[in-house]
């Protein structure tokens, strides 16, 4: 079964496959078959995951919740802190409300389908999370993608839908109620370049455009701020990081799985945003609530992350150190400016081996060495790349043996 599938896969190359490794409490490092290795492939930014007050929080909450919640949240299944932690979010964020998801992915294939509606045009940037073009899939709405990070070619395509819902309008009334909704679409820190997207740009034209009386529903922006969340903006995420204030018309997906150490996601937003996804995302509806215990660990990361600024100050530093060093061995990377530093090719002694070889050859040059840093291949990316992630839990040590190891590649 599959095999001329899996056989292609071999072929060119791309076939992927599991590591029988054990990822310890530490973010920096990662144990595979038995040795250790430092690891660059981990999103626990902040070294939170393996916390001790976070599991002590989880072990007492465990204790008195168990560990199963035994049904969705509008059956039996939420607790108190559900609610808390919902509440302590939409404060966090300056939002009127949030909602729980069990995951980044599902709080993205559950809420975008809910925004948009059958009749709205999604506009998403080409360089989305797969979970966003997941969620643009399942929705019945017009996708339209603009070009990565180019709000002139992101204004153009508006200025077209705008021009033609005004000659529509005139032929014939939109039949829906509220009118046609524009939804605007990005990840704050895309997670397999580190860039971030120009969402001051991205404000402007929705404030121009909302400011025009003739909209009778505002244009919607939604953030996918998975890398931006504990990162960014002073640890608040990437709004902050512009200092943008969070608008009724922003809504603001994050996640408690990567610098915050945990599990699951949230959405931040206006009131009757988060009402219409309780009554209509259905991985919100049709799935058992997330363990109290992981809301328990949640809300201490959150808790942590406002109380030990140490610790993103650290992940800064050796952001910069590690940034600095691969450029001074001659190596390129992505338009980077956060914790996530792909090295592209071309190498500087290996111009002459095709992309997918050479990145190959360098994480396995890295691992003979006992780092992990995997290649991203296609189709994950069209760019072969080494997407490394640093967090604050290396030390100067694991950065300059890995600067070292390049210089000698
Ligand atoms: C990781 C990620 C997600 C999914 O979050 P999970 O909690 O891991 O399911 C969504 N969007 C982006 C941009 C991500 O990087």
């Known amino acids: 079964m599959f095999y001329n599938e899996l056989k292609e896969l071999r072929d060119n190359q791309t076939l992927r496959h599991l590591l029988d490794h054990l990822n310890g409490a530490e973010a920096s490092k990662i144990m595979i078959n038995g040795v250790q290795y430092i690891n660059f492939a981990s999103n626990d930014y902040l070294g939170l995951a393996g916390n001790a007050f976070i599991s002590d929080a989880l072990i007492k909450s465990a204790k008195k919740y168990g560990v199963g919640t035994g049904a969705s949240r509008l059956l039996a299944g939420g607790t108190e802190l559900h609610v808390e ?49 997941d969620g643009c899939r399942i929705s019945k709405a017009r996708k339209l993608i603009y070009r990565h990070r180019d709000v002139g070619h992101l204004s153009e395509l508006l200025a077209e839908l705008l021009a033609e819902s005004l000659t529509e309008s005139t032929a014939k009334p939109a039949t829906k109620k509220d009118g046609r909704r524009y939804i605007i679409i990005t990840d704050t ?4 370049d580190g860039d971030i997207a120009p969402l001051e740009d991205i404000y402007e034209l929705c404030i121009s455009i909302n400011s025009r009386k003739k909209n009778r529903n505002p244009i919607l922006l939604y953030l996918d701020d998975a890398h931006g969340t504990g990162v960014l903006g002073g640890g608040k995420g990437a709004l902050d990081h512009f200092n943008i204030k969070p608008e009724p018309w ?35 509806i049709f799935s058992t609530a997330l363990p109290a215990c992981i809301i328990a660990a949640s809300l201490k990361a ?6 030990e600024k140490k610790l993103l100050n650290k992940l800064w530093r050796n952001r910069e150190r590690l940034y600095k060093g691969i450029h001074e061995a001659g190596f390129i990377t992505t338009d980077t400016e956060t914790s996530i530093i792909p090295i592209i090719p071309p190498y500087p002694q290996k111009k002459r081996l095709n992309d997918i070889k050479a990145v190959l050859k360098l994480s396995e040059h890295l691992f003979r060495n006992n780092i992990y840093a995997p290649a991203i291949r296609p189709p994950t990316v069209n760019i072969p790349r080494i997407r490394l992630t640093i967090t604050a839990s290396h030390t100067y040590k694991d950065i300059d043996k890995l600067i070292e190891l390049l210089s000698v590649f």
């Open 250 to 284: 922003i809504i603001q997906m994050g996640t408690f799985s990567k610098a915050l150490g945990s599990f699951g996601a949230f959405i931040a937003g206006s009131r009757d945003v988060i009402d219409w996804l309780i009554n209509r995302g259905r991985g919100f």
């Open 85 to 133: 932690l919902e509440d302590k979010v939409a404060l966090f964020k300056g939002t009127e409300a949030s909602l729980l998801f069990n995951s980044g992915y599902t709080a993205n294939i559950s809420a975008i389908p809910a925004i948009a509606r059958d009749g709205d045009v999604i506009l998403s940037d080409a360089l989305n999370h797969a979970s966003i073009i």
């Open 302 to 307: 959150l808790e942590l992350l406002e109380k």
């Open 189 to 192: 820190v895309f997670s397999m």
